[in-house]
Nanobody
Framework: QVQLVESGGGLVQPGESLRLSCTAS????????VAWFRQAPGKERDGLSC????????YITDSVRGRFTITRDNAKNTVYLEMKDLKPEDPALYSC?????????????????????WGQGTQVTVSS
């Protein structure tokens, strides 16, 4: 089991950037694939991106491609989600999850229930 803590959320204006962090304690996060999800009020949790362990292959959903980037720093036991040009549709609770690999079945874009280890989330608000 991996204990995850997200941070970096906050209130920003449209067009601004944020970098979210997902830090593990008690485990080497470099041995895990890590995915970022978000959940807006009244909506289902939605997968955004995933980074594999080992080769650091990344996957990202089309809706945020070009604006969001996932990276990892194994020395800091942390995976980041860099978010640029934030838009009014981006506010949500952003959460990270860990598993052995990004791929479940035949896709990285998978049901959140297939992840066992989650952080508590960090809130992102975009408002002028």
């Amino acid at each position: 089991q991996v204990q995850l803590v997200e941070s970096g959320g906050g209130l920003v204006q449209p067009g601004e950037s944020l970098r979210l962090s997902c830090t593990a304690s008690g485990s080497n996060l470099g041995h895990y694939a890590v995915a970022w999800f978000r959940q807006a009020p009244g909506k289902e949790r939605d997968g955004l991106s995933c980074i594999n362990s080992g080769d650091d292959t990344t996957y990202i959903t089309d809706s945020v491609r070009g604006r969001f980037t996932i990276t990892r720093d194994n020395a800091k036991n942390t995976v980041y989600l860099e978010m640029k040009d934030l838009k009014p549709e981006d506010p949500a609770l952003y959460s990270c999850a860990a598993d052995r690999t990004c791929i479940y079945g035949s896709s990285w874009y998978r049901d959140p229930s297939t992840f066992n280890d989650w952080g508590q989330g960090t809130q992102v608000t975009v408002s002028s």
